[in-house]
Nanobody
Framework: QVQLVESGGGLVQPGGSLRLSCAASGSIFSINAMGWYRQAPGKQRELVAAITSGGSTNYADSVKGRFTISRDNAKNTVYLQMNSLKPEDTAVYYC???????????????WGQGTQVTVSS
């Protein structure tokens, strides 16, 4: 069993910063890509940022220059540093990890439970 546990959400004023963390635990041999998604009320879940095991990153256009994704492979943890937050960043943020099984032939997507980020004055 694999679990992803997120932390770091909360209420912040526009222009403020938050740092999200997501730690993976369980039967993990390796983790391929990790990422953060978000879902605002009435909208579809969207990719915010992703990072490969080698450190290559990808960002949604709406967060480029403001958000930074990073990971600590030794701790099986991914982070999302969010700066210059805007009200439109308000959403539930979900952590995602692509993890191979012990055969290395299959890869499975795992999701965290979500953490609320609210940007409001």
């Amino acid at each position: 069993q694999v679990q992803l546990v997120e932390s770091g959400g909360g209420l912040v004023q526009p222009g403020g910063s938050l740092r999200l963390s997501c730690a993976a635990s369980g039967s993990i041999f390796s983790i391929n890509a990790m990422g953060w998604y978000r879902q605002a009320p009435g909208k579809q879940r969207e990719l915010v940022a992703a990072i490969t095991s080698g450190g290559s990153t990808n960002y949604a256009d709406s967060v480029k220059g403001r958000f930074t994704i990073s990971r600590d492979n030794a701790k099986n943890t991914v982070y999302l540093q969010m700066n210059s937050l805007k009200p439109e960043d308000t959403a539930v943020y979900y952590c995602n990890a692509a993890i191979p099984d012990s055969s290395w032939l299959n890869e499975y997507d795992y999701w965290g439970q979500g953490t609320q980020v609210t940007v409001s004055s």
